[in-house]
């Protein structure tokens, strides 16, 4: 059972810079099967969107349009960690961001649907407001 911590979330000025992390129990893969793992956000009053992702074997990387040269995910193996590191921060980035996890066989990663991913953190809430 993959648990995953996010932190970093906090409140940050427009244009702004902020690194969010995601802790995983595990990281493991085989010959044939291998972990996922997404960063997606929820603002209020709309539907939680998928942010970036990367696999944690032949890291392979997907981002949404909205962040592509604004945000920048990657992976540490050696602490389980995975990072999203977000600059040029807009208040429509505001939002709770949560990981998530994907066991599957599929290399690279996808964003979506996001009901492939069986495994969430609580989330971490990032503000941007001056």
């Known amino acids: 059972q993959l648990q995953l911590v996010e932190s970093g979330g906090r409140l940050v000025q427009p244009g702004g810079s902020l690194r969010l992390s995601c802790i995983a129990s595990?990281?493991?893969?085989?010959?044939?099967?291998?972990?996922?793992i997404g960063w997606f956000r929820q603002a209020p009053g709309k539907e939680r969107e998928g942010v970036a992702c990367?696999?944690?074997?032949?890291?392979?990387?997907q981002y949404a349009e909205s962040v592509k040269g604004r945000f920048t995910i990657s992976i540490d193996n050696t602490k389980n960690a995975v990072y999203l590191q977000l600059n040029n921060l807009k208040p429509e980035d505001t939002a709770v961001y949560y990981c998530?996890?994907?066991?599957?066989?599929?290399?690279?990663?996808?964003?979506?649907?996001?009901?492939?991913?069986?495994?969430w953190g609580l989330g971490t809430q990032v503000t941007v407001s001056s």
């Open positions: 990367i696999n944690e074997k032949d890291f392979g990387v």
């Open positions: 595990e990281f493991r893969f085989d010959d044939v099967f291998s972990y996922s």
């Open positions: 998530a996890g994907l066991w599957s066989q599929r290399p690279g990663c996808s964003i979506g649907p996001e009901e492939f991913y069986g495994y």
